[in-house]
């Protein structure tokens, strides 16, 4: 893996680390802290579940599947370490919130959430950087993926074309 991709790994899971601990510090538990209005909101909750909030009745289970997951994330990634920088920039986007939520996980047995936004009682569940990470790194490979559908549909209508 490049120096970049492991810059990138170690900066997700250190500002994922980082971040909740100083929420965990300097706030109560369900302490709400406005920050663009009642848009944008800094809420400390503790999730026991898996994301968004939903409840899983075995943890232990549940840990253990995610750290499965990025085991097999880490050897996916291994396996396309020839491909293009964004797939490799994704897949370590993924690993490193899926590392960031574990070590909660592990350690304390339930994940600091904190980033709340919405508009009056219209709410999305409250999340953290590596939940960010995860779904930054998955959208990129979503457009990844269309964008290879696109090609390889292009290159059939020039080969029937032709």
Known sequence: MSIGLISLFIAVVAFDQVTKTIVKQAMTLGESIPVIGDAVRITFVENDGIAFGL????????????????ILIMVYLWKQRKEGAWLKASLVLVLGGAIGNVIDRVLFGKVVDFIDVGYKTLRWPVFNVADSAVVIGMGIMIVLMIREEKSKSSAKADVSAG
């Open 55 to 70: 409840h899983v009745k075995n943890a232990v289970i549940f840990t253990a599947i995610s750290i499965l997951a990025c």
